[in-house]
């Protein structure tokens, strides 16, 4: 049985500010193919951008734990299976904003992120660490150490 203990969705102001950009640039590529004759693969183009950022705002990042893994997904486009055994660690980390992106990140020194902005987590594994974001740092750290059978001291 998979029990979530964490779901974190892109927040609406980001949500706002993403799909105006977007929106703008398919404006401005609709726009200058009209006089250029190549109208039909422009607007291909801009649908084609339009339907993605959809997908983008509708990205959401999971934490769910089973008897023995934990898993972490990028909804709909990732997913990482992580052995509860394989867990050194879990502590809230500072949050990420939009200059961090969003969705599956590296970012750097064996560290991937997998991001909607805001609050996160960090996820050590000997040979990764994951940085997740989380609606509460605190307590979904608190629950992926209680499934993994870590004990933290304090």
């Not at 990482?80 to 660690?89: E, F, Q, S, Y």
């Not at 879990?90 to 609050?119: C, D, H, N």
Request: with cysteine; hydrophobic share 50%; aromatic share 4%.
């Amino acid at each position: 049985m998979k029990t979530i203990i964490s779901e974190a969705r892109i927040g609406p102001d980001s949500q706002k500010v993403i799909a105006g950009v977007v929106g703008v640039a398919c404006f401005f590529i609709i726009a200058t193919a009209i006089p250029s004759g190549v109208l039909l693969i422009t607007t291909t183009l801009a649908v084609l951008m339009a339907l993605l950022t959809a997908l983008v705002l509708r990205m959401r990042v999971t934490i769910e734990a089973s008897a023995e893994n934990l898993v972490v997904r990028c909804r709909p486009f990732h997913a990482k299976t992580i052995p509860l055994a394989d867990i050194v660690d879990a502590s809230p980390a500072p949050s990420s904003s939009m200059t961090e992106g969003f969705g599956i990140r590296y970012l750097g020194q064996k560290t991937w992120g997998l991001l909607v902005g805001g609050p996160a987590i960090t996820v050590e594994t000997p040979n990764r660490t994951w940085i997740i974001s989380t609606p509460e740092p605190e307590a979904t750290a608190a629950a992926i150490l209680a499934h993994a059978g870590k004990l933290r001291d304090g």
